[in-house]
Nanobody, 123 residues
Framework: VQLQASGGGLVQAGGSLRLSCETS????????MGWFRQAPGKEREFVAS???????SYGDSVKGRFTISRDNARNTVYLQMNSLKPEDTAVYYC??????????????????WGKGTLVTVSS
């Protein structure tokens, strides 16, 4: 299983970025997909997840600003990030798990991870 995240970069506060995570080696449509992030010196934090049926869930700090989506034909999950703030600065990790609810239990309950992409928001 491989998850390849891309789309990170440097953006000014108030700006937008779109992250992508292309997967291989798994039956993408059968997996719950999601994103976590980790800022320097902090624990890995849940950002968003999307189920097989495209139901979504978001962390409190990103609700109303971030949108997760998936394209089963392209085996890809996206994270549209708007109204970015300096506190959104982190390495963003794409993740996958076949079990419903796994993302709610925290990062140790999620099976597959990408290598991460760095998002830096300047003030």
């Amino acid at each position: 299983v491989q998850l390849q995240a891309s789309g990170g970069g440097l953006v000014q506060a108030g700006g937008s970025l779109r992250l992508s995570c292309e997967t291989s080696g798994l039956t993408f449509s059968s997996y719950i997909m999601g994103w976590f992030r980790q800022a320097p010196g902090k624990e890995r934090e849940f950002v968003a997840s999307i189920t097989r049926g495209s139901s979504t869930s978001y962390g409190d700090s990103v609700k109303g600003r971030f949108t997760i989506s998936r394209d089963n034909a392209r085996n890809t999950v996206y994270l549209q990030m708007n109204s970015l703030k300096p506190e959104d600065t982190a390495v963003y990790y794409c993740a996958a798990d076949p079990v419903y609810g796994s993302f709610d239990l925290g990062p140790t309950s999620v099976d597959y991870w990408g290598k991460g992409t760095l998002v830096t928001v300047s003030s």
